[in-house]
C-alpha cells in the first residue's frame, strides 16, 4: 500500500448487528496489569484515568 502508513480494512455491518461496551476498570485489575508489566500504578492510572472505576486519589 501506498503511502507505508496507509490503513486499510474490511467493515461489515448487518442491521441486526448489536454492539458493546466494556465496562469500567476495578483498582484491582489496574493493579494486577501494573504489576504483570512492571509499571508503577500512578504511570497505568494516568493512562488509564478514562476508563476507572474509582477515583485513583
Do not use: C, K
Not at 18 to 47: I, K, M, N, P, S
Request: no cysteine; net charge negative.
Amino acid at each position: 500500500m501506498t503511502p507505508a502508513a496507509s490503513v486499510s480494512g474490511l467493515i461489515f455491518a448487518h442491521p441486526s448487528s448489536r454492539y458493546f461496551t466494556v465496562g469500567r476498570l476495578g483498582r484491582d485489575q489496574v493493579e494486577d496489569y501494573a504489576l504483570r508489566r512492571g509499571l508503577d500504578l500512578a504511570e497505568v492510572e494516568r493512562w488509564l484515568r478514562p476508563n476507572l472505576a474509582y477515583d485513583p486519589e
